[in-house]
């Protein structure tokens, strides 16, 4: 039995691996994933790069002061506007003009630019003379050190979320866990809806051609479920581990390009202590974050939920493509299926604001919705009892429905001209 379901598997396998689509995709995908993030880092760095002279038509005289010159922006005084400045071949970015005191006329500014004004000019732009606005309408209350009064008054806080772990205390950043739990739970919806549908389009097409009716004949109708469930299975797993693969050497060499080794324990605890200080700049801590995650437990995990949510579904959509006649019929048992896993992968998108909820929690031990909840909980640290019972859950599950789709399957997937209803469907059980 084994080997004939092992011969199957082979075939699927080998059958989908070999195409050119599947290549492509699998080579490419990594390639543009990591473009994604590090495309737009490279321009914000390159397109910016060099500092921007901005004119400034003062027609008050009581602004000019308040715009300081730094790394990014050189703030030069005009007398008025020139054709020059407005040619294609200035040197100068922009050009503001402040025609009317803003206490009275908040609207007499303007900044006039060749190319699009960039947000952090404007940003910054706006922010100065906001302050030379205040200092202005402080004047006005002829109260002394009125300003430094309301400035020293105005102190932000910043309360700082720490963690306590068994390694000891180390800063909590919820935004990074999230992030990276809704990754998870994307890569495993994607994986599990496009792998199940997968089977279910396989069976369909087969049983239309009137293929299987050679297949039977050699193979129990549970043999050829079980072994195209298998196959089309590893096809996800090697999808998936190949891409892995590639990504960890995508990262590291960027990193290598950067000078930062993102695997390499020493430097991920220098990374972590550089991330303590006052200064630490953002990108540092997330860092530091992603360093102190469990990433063998994250990846071992996501196999096992990607795993058990396959076998689930996928046995599933396997029965209902075996009772049907035409591909369209599928369309009214594979609704209900896609409505749970939509409702999966927005229950574990709302379990990122409270991981430890009711909802996170129970939606951990369903296995209709585990796979898909458990992902994003997972960086914020779940108990190992709770880890190990929606593990067993789910995988007991997908047992329990791969033995009763067998038997619709078996049914089935020789039986042409009618279309069975769900109430048929469940009678099949009983044969």
Known sequence: MKNKIWIVAQREYATRVKKRSFI????????????????????????????????????????????????????????????????????????????????????????????EVKRDMSDYINNALTKAVQKQKFERYNIPALNEIVEDVQT????????????????????????????????????????????????????????????????????????????????????????????????????????????????????????????????????????????????????LYFIGGYLLYASVLAGFGAAVNDPQDTQQFMMPIAVIMLFAFYAGFYSAMNPDGPLAVWCSFIPLTSPMVMMIRIPFGVPLWQEALSVALLFGTALALSYLSGKIYRVGILMYGKKPSLKEMLKWLKY
């Not at 294609?88 to 009317?100: C, H, P, R, W, Y």
């Not at 891409?243 to 590291?252: F, H, M, Q, R, Y």
């Not at 991920?268 to 303590?276: E, K, M, P, T």
Request: charged letters at 15%.
């Open 24 to 115: 492509i995709l699998t080579i490419l995908m990594p390639f543009l994933m990591a473009a994604m993030i590090f495309v737009p880092l490279l321009l914000s760095v390159i397109g910016d790069s060099g500092r921007k002279t901005v004119a400034v038509i003062d027609n008050t005289g009581l602004y000019a002061n308040a715009l300081q010159s730094n790394d990014d922006y050189l703030f030069v005084p005009t007398d008025k506007m020139t054709p020059a400045l407005r040619s294609d071949s200035t040197d100068v970015a922009a050009v503001l003009m402040i025609t009317d005191n803003l206490v009275d006329n908040p609207t007499a500014a303007a900044i006039y630019s060749r190319d």
């Open 156 to 303: 932000p806080v910043e309360v700082a979320t720490v963690r306590w772990t068994d390694e000891g205390e180390r800063e909590s950043m919820t935004e990074i866990f999230s992030a990276v739990g809704m990754v998870l739970t994307t890569l495993i919806y994607f994986f599990v809806m496009s792998y199940g549908a997968m089977v279910m389009q396989s069976v369909t097409e087969e049983k239309t051609n009137r293929i299987v009716e050679l297949m039977v004949s050699s193979v129990k109708p549970f043999q050829l479920m079980a072994g195209k469930i298998i196959g089309i299975g590893l096809v996800g797993i090697t999808q998936m581990l190949i891409w892995g693969i590639l990504l960890v050497a995508i990262i590291s060499i960027a990193g290598v390009v950067s000078g930062v080794a993102m695997f390499d324990p020493s430097q991920a605890a220098a990374i972590s202590a550089a991330s303590q200080m006052p200064d630490a700049d953002l990108s540092m801590q997330i860092l530091s974050v992603v360093s102190s995650l469990p990433l063998a437990e994250i990846a071992v995990l996501f196999v």
